[in-house]
């Protein structure tokens, strides 16, 4: 579903994925949403970079996004400030922070029975878990390639939020060694899964990050 979001820069573009309805998952714990499917979780999913052509609609994200509504997730994918439609410009990390913290909102009030997750691929990664792990609504963290150089994440190393990682063997711009080492001071609850040989935009591996998702949140309250 295409659709506008407020934001406070000004509207942002979005698509809403739903589980459909009779998908077969497991509906213990699931919430009525208004149009009358059940959630299990409500997402949001932030993409990778926008100055190195990352929106809503990178492979990971689009598929991840598939991923979780087959698990009975409602899934809002949203291009950042100044991509595809979205007003405003790129500010670098806070102003994006805030877009999500809208998105957040926007899926709170669709949604305000259901668990809320915070996800992310790459720069949208650090968003997502970093506005996450401050969100006290959010309880779980996902991150996908999660770009550990440069940025803060001693907030979410130290969270007490269920954290989901997801990262390429090969990863040339975040490497696995590095995200092995944040992962082992990380509080718990927590798991890692490595695809093997991917790259950073997991090109010809897009298929195993959803399978991943899948196998992690499948059951996952």
């Not at 695809?195 to 298929?207: N, P, R, S, T």
Request: aromatic fraction near 8%; charge should be negative; hydrophobic fraction near 40%.
């Amino acid at each position: 579903m295409l659709r506008d979001i407020s934001g406070p820069a000004g509207a942002l573009e979005a698509l809403l994925e739903e589980p459909a309805e009779g998908s077969g998952v497991d509906r213990t714990g699931l919430v009525e949403r208004r149009q009358g499917a059940s959630v299990r979780a409500a997402v949001v999913f932030g993409h990778p970079h926008p100055q190195y052509g990352g929106t809503m609609h990178t492979k990971v994200v689009f598929q991840s996004a598939k991923a979780l509504a087959r698990i009975g997730c409602a899934v809002l994918r949203f291009n950042f400030r100044g991509v595809g439609r979205s007003a405003g410009t790129f500010d670098g990390g806070p102003g994006e922070q805030d877009d999500f913290r809208a998105a957040l909102d926007f899926v709170r009030e669709r949604y305000p029975d259901a668990s809320l997750w915070a996800a992310g691929m790459s720069f949208g990664a650090w968003i997502a878990l970093s506005v996450g792990a401050d969100d006290p609504g959010v309880s779980t963290l996902i991150g996908i390639a999660t770009p550990l150089s440069g940025h803060d994440f001693t907030a979410v190393a130290a969270s007490s939020k269920s954290k989901f990682l997801i990262h390429g063997e090969r990863d040339e711009l975040c490497p696995l060694k590095d995200v092995r080492e944040f992962y082992a001071r990380g509080a718990e609850p927590k798991e890692l899964v490595v695809i093997d040989g991917a790259d950073h935009l997991f090109d010809g591996k897009v298929g195993e990050v959803a399978d991943a998702l899948e196998d992690l949140l499948g059951d996952w309250r």
